[in-house]
Structures are given as structure tokens and as C-alpha cells.
């Protein structure tokens, strides 16, 4: 018979400030989107299982200093952004499971997250973006978008380093200037059910909207 067009599966971003609840949306839309049977996998950036992961997560954990000014040795975490070359690959695993597999893909944190944080630290907007020119583009981001003020009720606000008020509210201003029509706003001070029906809705769409449109590329 005909052949089957090739249907591949979605790239949906979670991102967010700290404590706006990605990790808890994550696992509730992985949990649903399997209930209705779509093939889906949960990834998180960094990636802290690999060796630079690991050295990333500690960083943020203010266990172990590495230099922040150390030039753009890619060893090494500059400033704040993920070095290229792990980002890349990450992304280039994105690719091979949502077209290769057909898979989606829900992830938590990606390259917004990067640049949020490295232009709040005071580097260069247009600099920090260029290094990611090319990377895999989500389908949707759900930016999960919670008031600093409210971020610091929450459990667990204040243990990794960045989590200075204001410094939280000039990485939330840098992740709205990146606003674009495949980045949704969702209003994070909902109830965690609330939040949850709404990216299920929006997360089926996508699937349905992308199966057969070609991946996109990030900034281009
Ligand atoms: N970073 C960077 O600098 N450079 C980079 O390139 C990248 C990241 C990629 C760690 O990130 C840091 O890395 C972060 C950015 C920086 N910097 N800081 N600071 P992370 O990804 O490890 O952060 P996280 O560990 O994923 O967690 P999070 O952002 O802090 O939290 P979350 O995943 O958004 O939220 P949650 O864990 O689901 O929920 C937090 C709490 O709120 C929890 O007690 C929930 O039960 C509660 N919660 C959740 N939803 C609700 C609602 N709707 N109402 C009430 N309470 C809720």
C-alpha cells in the first residue's frame, strides 16, 4: 500500500524561574500524555548524570568553585551557560528521539534557561543567544511564569546560589524578553491541577500539530 508519511514527535520545553513548579508539571504531563497513550520520554538540562552535568550541578550547588571568568575554555562552565558542546549534544539526542523514534519529549530547562541566567549575570544578550543559533527548537515552550514575591513562599527557595530576589527578577525579565509565538505564558500561581489541564491541552495539540511538520532550528 501507500507508504505511512513519517510522523515524529514533539519537542515541548517547560521553563520557568526557580520554584515555579516545572519539575512537579513535568512529571504530571509525562504521567497523563502516557495514560493516553503517546510515546513520550522526560529529559531535564543539564543533563546531571554525565561527568560536565555533574560538575554543572555542583556548581550550582556552591559545593565546588569553578572559575567564572575562565574565558571560553569549554571545559569549563562559562559564567553561567552550559558549554556549547553540551548543549549541542543534548540536543542533538532531542533529535534523534523525537524523529527517529517518533517520541515526544518533555524537558525541563533548555537553552532559555542559559541565557536568562548568563545575560541576569551581566553578560552580553546577543552574545550569550548566538552560541545556540541552530540547536534543536522546542514545538511549544510553556514558560511558567510565577511573581518573584510568590517563588519565595515556596519549599526550598533559597538553597542553590542564584537564588537572590532580585537577581531572580532580572532573570525573569531576560526569559519574557525572549517571548515569541511558540512561547506560551501560563500563569504558575494556579493550583497545581489547574496548571496541569491546561499543558495537557496545549501538549496534545502540539503533538497532533507537528507529527508531520519538519523540526525547527533555535534563532533562525
Ligand atoms: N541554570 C543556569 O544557570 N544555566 C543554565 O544553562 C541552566 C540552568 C540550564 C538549577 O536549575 C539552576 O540552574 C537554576 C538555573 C540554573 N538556578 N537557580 N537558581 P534546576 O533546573 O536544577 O532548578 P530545579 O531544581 O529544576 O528546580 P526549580 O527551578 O527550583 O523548581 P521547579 O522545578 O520549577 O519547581 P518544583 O520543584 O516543581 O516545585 C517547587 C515547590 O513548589 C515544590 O514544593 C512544589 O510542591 C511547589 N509547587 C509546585 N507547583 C505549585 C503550585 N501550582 N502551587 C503551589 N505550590 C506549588
Not at 511549544?140 to 511564569?145: E, M, N, V
Not at 527557595?157 to 532580572?170: A, C, L, P
Amino acid at each position: 500500500g501507500p507508504l505511512q508519511p513519517l510522523r515524529r514527535g514533539a519537542f515541548i520545553l517547560l521553563e520557568g524561574c526557580d520554584r515555579s513548579g516545572k519539575s512537579t508539571q513535568a512529571a504530571k504531563l509525562v504521567r497523563q500524555l502516557k495514560a493516553r497513550g503517546c510515546r513520550v520520554e522526560h529529559m531535564r538540562f543539564p543533563d546531571r548524570t554525565t561527568p560536565i552535568g555533574k560538575m554543572i550541578d555542583a556548581y550550582l550547588k556552591s559545593t565546588q568553585e569553578l572559575d567564572d571568568h575562565a574565558g571560553n575554555d569549554e571545559k569549563i562552565f562559562v559564567k553561567v551557560k552550559v558549554p556549547s558542546s553540551f548543549t549541542s549534544r543534548f540536543s542533538v539526542r532531542l533529535k534523534l528521539v523525537c524523529s527517529a523514534s517518533g517520541t515526544s519529549i518533555v524537558v525541563e530547562r533548555y537553552a532559555y534557561s542559559g541565557i536568562a541566567f548568563s545575560a541576569a549575570k551581566g553578560l552580553d544578550f546577543s552574545w550569550c543567544k548566538s552560541s545556540d543559533v541552530g540547536l534543536l527548537a522546542p514545538d511549544i515552550t510553556l514558560f511558567l511564569d510565577l511573581p518573584i514575591c510568590e517563588a519565595g513562599k515556596r519549599a526550598g527557595f533559597g538553597d542553590e546560589r542564584y537564588e537572590k530576589e532580585d537577581f531572580q527578577r532580572n532573570v525573569r525579565s531576560q526569559f519574557l524578553d525572549m517571548k515569541h509565538d511558540d512561547m506560551k505564558i501560563i500563569d504558575a500561581r494556579k493550583t497545581i491541577d489547574e496548571i496541569h489541564r491546561e499543558l495537557v491541552a496545549i501538549a496534545i495539540e502540539t503533538i497532533k500539530k507537528c507529527a508531520t511538520l519538519p523540526l525547527k532550528d533555535l534563532w533562525k
